[in-house]
């Protein structure tokens, strides 16, 4: 990313030039012509958006979801037009270099904070052939080298799917930073013509929090441990969430847990001040985790909870 220095994008003077989020990605064919077929009929919410049980790929994401072969995670489903695809590539008769008559749009949906078991998909139309439309129409029209024309459309399309995961990871076209349009090079820029190449470091945050607070915490593979993290101050935790450190509680500092947790099953809890567990249950993801410990003069509290390992 880079370090803008723009007070529309951001007043802060840290900046942060990798997230240090990796995605696996796990291509997946499925030849099937309604699924395919992105032309709904005008029908553009129900057509484009997953938000809703609504969305015509709502049982093929079903289907995926339930097949304990395919790995969980953001479910990005590429659909072309059948009209524009006939035309365009088969039968070769709307070949007009100047325009593309095929869809522009994509859509996702933001995570979900209450349903840590609901999906999360983007959905990319007409790619491919956009893609087929610059190398055999616009490029040769324009006497553009397709090598180069080429590295310009995957960097289109990259920005694009970027700003579509942007929304999947919890961030917005505006924020506490900017308005809509204000930050031009922000990933969230809603201009398809942005650099889209900036994140501010509290939406970098923003995102980190939603793999612990979300239903993208299911998408984490499940041995991802991250180290230790030292409570140094009285702190209440009264979040649904994910952690994926373990914890030590110093001696003049006292954490209260009022809500379930999901630990790493390398995580672990030492007390050496006070912990407080009240109406939660602690859990682990994958293998047993491996527990709390009271050390020297710490003190442990458990009421209405349930810790298992």
């Known amino acids: 990313m880079v370090n803008v220095n723009n007070d529309s994008c951001y007043t ?6 990798d ?16 699924w395919w077929n992105n032309n709904c009929k005008g029908e553009y919410v129900n057509g484009v958006c997953p938000t809703t049980s609504l969305w015509r790929l709502y049982d093929l994401d079903q289907q ?18 059948s009209f524009n695809y006939r035309h365009l590539i088969d039968l070769q008769d709307l070949q007009d270099p100047a325009i593309f008559y095929g869809n522009s749009a994509a859509c996702s949906q933001l995570p979900s904070y209450t349903d840590y078991n609901r999906t999360s998909k983007v959905h990319e139309l007409d790619i491919y052939s956009k893609y087929w439309w610059f190398q055999n129409l616009y490029a040769p029209a324009n006497g553009v080298p397709w090598d180069r024309q080429r590295k310009a459309y995957a960097n289109l399309i ?30 969230m820029s809603p201009a398809g013509s942005s650099p889209r190449n900036y994140i501010p470091p509290p939406e970098i945050g923003k995102i980190y929090a939603c793999f612990s607070l979300s239903n993208l915490r299911s998408f984490i593979p499940d041995n991802t441990f991250l180290g ?6 009285n702190y209440d935790m009264p979040y649904n969430m994910r952690l994926y450190h373990s ?27 006070k912990l407080i567990i009240n109406d939660a249950n602690l859990t682990s993801i994958g ?23």
């Not at 979801?65 to 995670?73: A, D, E, H, L, Q």
């Open 12 to 17: 802060g003077d840290d900046f942060i030039p």
């Open 19 to 34: 997230t240090r989020i990796r995605f696996i990605a796990n291509k997946i064919y499925i030849r099937n012509n309604y």
């Open 64 to 81: 995926i979801v339930n097949n304990p072969s395919i790995p969980r995670g953001i479910n990005i489903y590429f659909t072309e037009d």
């Open 158 to 187: 990259g920005r694009g799917l970027a700003h579509e995961i942007g929304h999947s990871l919890s961030l917005e076209h505006v924020c506490n930073f900017y308005g809509s349009n204000e930050c031009r090079v922000a990933v």
């Open 228 to 233: 230790v993290k030292t409570i140094t101050t």
């Open 247 to 273: 914890l030590n509680i110093a001696n003049t500092a006292s954490l209260t847990i009022s809500e379930d947790i999901v630990m790493s099953s390398e995580g672990q809890i030492e007390v050496y001040g």
């Open 287 to 309: 293998e047993k985790w491996k527990g709390i410990t009271v050390k020297n003069n710490g003190y442990l509290e458990i009421t209405s909870s349930n810790i298992s390992k």
